[in-house]
């Protein structure tokens, strides 16, 4: 079993940066690729970001690209987003998840992921 946990989120005016975490515990995902995605109220979850195992391959959103990098530290079980000139579009609930090595399918897709963190909340005050 993987835990994920996030961590980071919080109240920042528009234009303003955060970084979340997600440190994962149980087992290491370091042979993983993994991925941020995010619920708003109303909407469907959306593919964010995503980085694969050893850090070399990043995918984004076109929403997020120039603004939001993913990086990991794998010494640390751990994955990060910085999210840089944040918008009034980009409140959220935050949510880190590990892709499955069962499912090809692309790293985009919610449905190539088998573990989930509880996810990190994320304000934008204009």
């Known amino acids: 079993q993987v835990q994920l946990v996030e961590s980071g989120g919080g109240l920042v005016q528009a234009g303003g940066s955060l970084r979340l975490s997600c440190a994962a515990s149980?087992?290491?995902?370091?042979?993983?690729?993994m991925g941020w995605f995010r619920r708003a109220p109303g909407r469907e979850r959306e593919f964010v970001a995503a980085?694969?195992?050893?850090?070399?391959?990043?995918y984004y959103a076109d929403s997020v690209k120039g603004r939001f990098t993913i990086s990991r530290d794998n010494a640390k079980n751990t994955v990060y987003l910085q999210m840089n000139s944040l918008k009034p579009e980009d409140p959220a609930v935050y949510y880190c998840?590990?892709?499955?090595?069962?499912?090809?399918?692309?790293?985009?897709?919610?449905?190539?992921?088998?573990?989930w963190g509880q996810g990190t909340q994320v304000t934008i005050s204009s």
């Open positions: 998840a590990r892709k499955s090595t069962l499912m090809p399918t692309s790293p985009t897709m919610s449905g190539s992921y088998d573990y």
């Open positions: 149980g087992r290491t995902v370091s042979s993983y690729t």
């Open positions: 980085i694969s195992s050893n850090g070399g391959t990043t």
